[in-house]
């Protein structure tokens, strides 16, 4: 059975269909959300996800979307990992028979195996290490606090999207977009002054 540790093949070294998921060239991995040019700040250091992942499965079996939830939820909502970048690290860990996938009413239950629970008991410190850094990125990429109802409120919108896929007709695409671009204009402009405020 492969081991999670053991590579042949250093990062910067390995050829492309050997990389892991999110991993670029120097074997850094890619910051979601700046998907044209150049990189962001770095979230997770290599090797950091697929651990982080392993650990909630070991906590819970669990869908993909709740994994993506509760990571957000570890940063205190300044952070979600997207879809593109968990699903393909689930499907390493499974591929790696750390992990199994079930498939129920279409969507994957994924729930730790023997050998998932044996490379996290050798990686304990590692463990450790990554929740330290989950909670140095937090502070950083918070910068500042937002209110527990904006967190939900973000969530929510975002979660409305991703269920909204298939249904994009272009009279669709026209009312959201002006829908969601006038609520960022009215964040924008602020609170608009009452009828007594303004005589």
């Not at 919108?157 to 994009?168: D, I, K, Y």
Request: some cysteine.
């Amino acid at each position: 059975m492969k081991n999670m540790r053991e590579d042949k093949h250093p990062p910067h070294h390995r050829p492309p269909h050997l990389r892991e998921p999110g991993e670029d060239r120097d074997g850094f991995e890619k910051r979601p959300g700046r998907e044209r040019g150049g990189r962001g700040p770095r979230v997770f250091a290599p090797g950091d996800l697929k651990l982080l992942l392993l650990a909630l499965i070991a906590e819970q079996p669990a869908h993909g979307y709740d994994l993506i939830r509760k990571i957000e939820g570890l940063f205190e909502g300044a952070y979600c990992p997207s879809p593109g970048v968990i699903y393909p690290t689930l499907t390493f860990l499974e591929e790696s028979e750390m992990v199994v996938g079930d498939a129920l009413a279409g969507k994957k239950l994924y729930t730790i195996t023997d050998a998932g629970r044996q490379s996290l008991e050798d990686q304990a410190v590692a463990l450790e290490g990554v929740r330290m850094r989950i909670d140095v990125s937090k502070r950083s990429l918070r910068g500042h606090d937002r209110p527990p109802e904006i967190h939900e409120a973000v969530h929510n919108l975002r979660h409305a999207l991703q269920m909204h896929h298939g249904r994009w007709t272009p009279e669709e695409i026209l009312r959201v977009s002006e829908l969601l671009n006038s609520t960022a204009k009215a964040v924008v402009d602020g609170p608009q002054p009452t009828s007594e405020e303004s005589v």
